[in-house]
């Protein structure tokens, strides 16, 4: 796991990173990963990483150190062209993998989708594994169908229908179905199609946040994506719309975005904990219901009242819900949140890193005191990117002493 924030005003946007990393499928974790990187050694652009540390195997800082050697001097009117650029990039370098390690991410992705099914059905019907029938794993399949049908899908797969991925895979998912004894594999290949297509996480994920300034930008803005694994000429990836930041003369001014393990970051500017404040809602949502229920009790246990009881369970509990939780949240906009992004509008780039830097400590001091893996630890990398001065390092950690290896510097723009 990991912690990131970006914080941005129309001076500059500092970035911050922590360096813990977990050890494949093991509970170790060390603290020597990078995870902010110049995406180009002329100009101010750079992208921080988070989630599986590979692509298709692949260690990212090598995707992106070869992609900053092609880029060489050529620069973009808009940060969003370096994504374009990126991506396609990924496809000119055939993903960094041959046809069958391709061919072996979509089975390890087959085998996680279909194992997730098992384990939704276990958590929402507490039946055993040995007890789940054909019929019963079908209905699921068929629901998450439904569901991510019904969502938006990943841009490459718009135009590669359903007819273009049975005739990649289909003998291959016809495959793994004989194996695991399932026996529609056409409906277990049209749901892991719509799982695939559609912009939600999904394992083997990594989150890439491009962040800084195209040539004819003179404010920040970060572009997060979110990137899996490549098959058949297509890029499963999608823009995180959600947390994408632009600093405008007629709009945000200044803006906080964390990814990643975002709990720690969210409660100090919302000014309150995230998952508490999901469980205020939930307790709101019950008391409403328990509150009208207990109302008209009374009203039908009188022949005189009664009539006014239908009135009362014809309300529409779920808009109050809505309502209460709104004012809610206007209240910790104007009380917390705004406050705190008026601060931040008129911060300078030390205090901005300052800040950055901060967020990622405080979260990484937290998962220190709470029990389990300490998933945010070590030290916390800190970068100021700016339209004048471009990219620049605040902290960063080096596997070697700087003052051995002048060379490396010397023939970093070579």
């Not at 718009?158 to 194996?179: P, Q």
């Not at 709990?263 to 998952?275: E, V």
């Not at 949140?337 to 901060?358: C, H, R």
């Amino acid at each position: 796991m990991t912690a990131l924030v970006g914080v941005l005003n129309k001076h500059a946007v500092a970035i911050a990173a922590d360096s813990a990393v977990t050890m494949g499928n093991t509970h170790k974790v060390v603290n020597s990963a990078n995870k902010i990187f110049t995406l180009s050694k002329y100009h101010p652009v750079a992208v921080m990483t988070y989630g599986d540390a590979a692509f298709m195997d692949v260690p990212w800082d090598i995707i992106i150190k070869e992609y900053r050697k092609e880029l060489g001097e050529t620069s973009f009117p808009i940060l969003s062209r370096y994504i374009d650029d990126f991506v396609q990039f990924l496809h000119r370098r055939n993903f960094f993998c041959d046809e069958e390690t391709q061919r072996s991410c979509m089975l390890l992705l087959l085998d996680s989708f279909f194992s997730l099914c098992h384990n939704e059905i276990l958590r929402g019907k507490g039946i055993e594994i040995k007890d789940q029938t054909e019929e019963i794993i079908a209905e699921k399949l068929q629901q998450c169908l439904d569901s991510n049908k019904a969502g938006n899908q990943c841009p490459e797969f718009s135009e590669y229908g359903y007819e273009d991925f049975t005739l990649y895979a289909k003998s291959d998912i016809d495959e793994y179905a004989e194996k695991v004894g399932f026996n529609d594999s056409e409906l277990l290949c049209k749901s892991f199609y719509h799982y695939l297509s559609a912009s939600l996480d999904i394992s083997l994920n990594t989150g890439l946040v491009f962040v800084g300034y195209g040539e004819d930008e003179i404010y920040p803005s970060m572009f997060p994506i979110n990137v899996s694994f490549g098959m058949d000429g297509h890029l499963r990836y999608y823009l995180d719309e959600s947390n994408v930041a632009r600093i405008s003369e007629h709009g945000s001014s200044a803006v906080i975005v964390p990814f990643a393990q975002i709990d720690i970051t969210q409660t100090i500017i919302r000014g309150i904990n995230p998952s508490f404040q999901e469980i205020i809602y939930n307790v709101i949502g019950k008391s409403i219901h328990s509150l009208s229920n207990a109302i008209t009790d009374i009203l039908d246990a009188h022949a005189s009242t009664a009539i006014v009881s239908p009135a009362i369970k014809s309300l529409d509990k779920d808009s109050i819900i809505r309502d209460i939780t709104h004012q809610i949240n206007k209240e910790m906009r104007e009380s917390y949140t705004a406050p705190l992004l008026n601060t931040v509008v008129s911060l300078d780039k030390e205090d901005m890193a300052n800040m950055a830097e901060s967020f990622i400590s405080l979260t990484s001091l937290v998962r220190r005191m709470q029990p389990g893996e300490e998933t945010v630890g070590g030290p916390v990398d800190v970068a100021v990117i700016s339209k004048g001065d471009g990219f620049v390092w605040i902290n960063r950690k080096h596997y070697f002493k700087p003052e051995l290896n002048a060379s490396f510097f010397n023939n970093y723009f070579k």
